[in-house]
């Protein structure tokens, strides 16, 4: 580990001031993975910039019933929330299916959206990866691809993104608020992480002088129903093989809304926008569903690894919509 | 590129200086001499560097020590009061949960933290009804253990040690 500055932040605009005037500077929060990669030798700022103290610990409720998560709430503490339980449960289990209950202790809302992935090849500096170095290759292709990418996947890196939080609060249309040295912004969660292409080294559209601050999550719709399901090598403390954020709302049998995002799958957590225009208005039976995951899923390239990934997404998509559909859901 | 910062470990204060590399468990074990938590992977993996920090269970590998300068941290040497153990580390012995004992110390403090979360009413993966206080059930303490690895196989000794000190109200 190289040695490093350290700057424990006072307020939110001095610690984008800090980090945006270094060049190797970047904010350290919950450390979880920032600390792991230090170690690792996978990446060797010059400055830490703390923001772990900063008062973004609150849940606050919006006259419009969205609720606003400051970027330091511990995700142990977010999942226990009250309004997230009974509002948002796919948020809830998605937060409680990652990690361990004392990696849930210290990691935040803002450091769990910007992991980085999982990808072994990534994690290990003696071999080449686009991601960690542009430019030098990608060694999971042609790898061992059973943990990569089946959907939006490049030529240039197949990784995925380890999440489950993010990809519940891609389903429910959240919005990350941040704060940059030209001053505040917003970006749909959505939209915030990138698919590869030929730049996979980018995770996301933030620069590094980017603080995100708060997530906003719009309130539900009036009879909204929603879970997440994980399916993965052990049956806790391990990341998605495939997982699914779900949310419908059915009325007289009719689809009214469906929102979903799969993780496990793609470079960025995976909205479902193929799956949700086929559920849309259509009857809420198993033959919808299935049309619906595999108009999905007619999209997805599996390596050769990891071609299991589709019929566990699909038989996952078809399961939970059953679940959140059913006359006893 | 060194720091100076204050830590309370086990009732006792502490200040030291250390290199801003160093992380909470090695200012633990090597500038201070706690040696209870353990060095097991070092990745955040195993939980046997886990800790209390101001009551809740954290692993120490994954924190720089510079960025808890002035936390309160009690480790498994200091459960232990002037009536004896910790009723949770009584509860290890009477129930046979630990054969080598190196992730114990780790297993002692999660399983500690993890009763105040329950009796907080904090859900779990396996709990059905998020609107429910969840009951620790087998299910349930294996689930919210699963940070805990024990490479000699106790697991099933430490769900009837959790058992025990939950049900004697040591939360």
């Known amino acids: 580990m190289n040695p490093f500055d350290y700057e424990r932040a006072t307020d939110a605009a001095g610690a984008v001031t800090s980090v945006a005037a270094r060049p190797g500077a970047t904010f350290l929060a919950g450390g979880t993975n920032l600390v792991d990669h230090l170690k690792l030798g996978i990446t060797s700022p010059e400055l830490l910039v703390d923001i772990s103290h900063l008062p973004l610990t609150t849940i606050e409720e919006e006259a419009d019933g969205a609720l606003v998560i400051g970027a330091n709430v511990r995700n142990a503490d977010l999942a226990a929330h009250p309004l997230v339980r009974s509002r948002h449960p796919v948020l809830s289990r998605a937060l409680l299916s990652g990690a361990s209950g004392q990696l849930r202790n210290l990691a935040t809302t803002g450091g769990n959206l910007l992991q980085r992935t999982r990808c072994v090849y990534f994690q290990d500096v003696t071999t080449p990866c686009n991601k960690r170095v542009p430019g030098s290759g990608c060694s999971a292709i042609g790898g061992h691809t059973e943990q990569h990418a089946i959907l939006g996947a490049s030529e240039h890196c197949v990784a995925v993104h380890p999440s489950d939080m993010a990809v519940a609060l891609a389903a429910l249309d959240a919005e990350v608020l941040f704060l940059g040295p030209d001053g505040p912004g917003s970006v749909t969660v959505e939209e915030l992480h990138r698919l590869p292409g030929d730049a996979p080294e980018q995770d996301t559209v933030l620069d590094p002088g980017h603080l995100i601050t708060a997530i906003r999550i719009p309130a539900p719709a009036p009879g909204a129903r929603s879970t997440y399901r994980k399916a993965r090598e052990r049956s806790s403390f391990a990341f998605a093989l495939v997982s699914l954020a779900a949310e419908t709302v059915v009325e007289d049998g009719v689809i009214a809304r469906a929102r979903l995002a799969l993780g496990g799958v793609a470079h960025k957590p995976w909205r479902a926008h193929r799956a949700e225009e086929v559920l849309r208005g259509a009857p809420a039976t198993t033959e919808t569903f299935t049309a619906a995951a595999e108009a999905e899923l007619d999209h997805a390239r599996p390596l050769e690894g990891n071609a299991f990934k589709v019929p566990m997404a699909r038989t996952m998509m078809i399961a939970a919509l059953e679940e959140l559909t059913g006359e006893d859901a | ?171």
């Open chain 2, 1 to 171: 590129m060194e720091s100076k910062l204050a830590l309370t470990v086990d009732g006792e204060e502490h200040a030291i200086v250390v290199d801003n590399r160093t992380t909470l468990l090695d200012a633990l074990r090597d500038h201070l001499g706690s040696t209870a938590p353990k060095k097991g992977c070092d990745h955040g993996q195993c939980g046997s560097c886990t800790v209390l920090e101001d009551d809740r269970r954290v692993t120490t590998c994954l924190s720089l020590a510079v960025a808890h300068d002035g936390a309160s941290i009690v480790t498994a040497s200091g459960l232990s009061g002037d009536d004896g153990l910790h009723p949770m580390q009584q509860a290890f012995i009477d129930q046979d949960a630990f054969q080598c004992g190196y992730c114990t110390p780790g297993q002692i403090c999660s399983a500690i933290g993890m009763l105040a979360e329950a009796a907080d009413g904090s859900p779990s993966f396996v709990t059905d009804d998020l609107a429910e206080a969840p009951s620790l059930t087998d299910a349930e303490i294996r689930e919210r253990l699963s940070g805990n690895l024990c490479r000699c196989g106790a697991y099933v000794n430490i769900v009837a040690a959790v058992k025990q000190a939950a049900e004697e109200g040591t939360a």
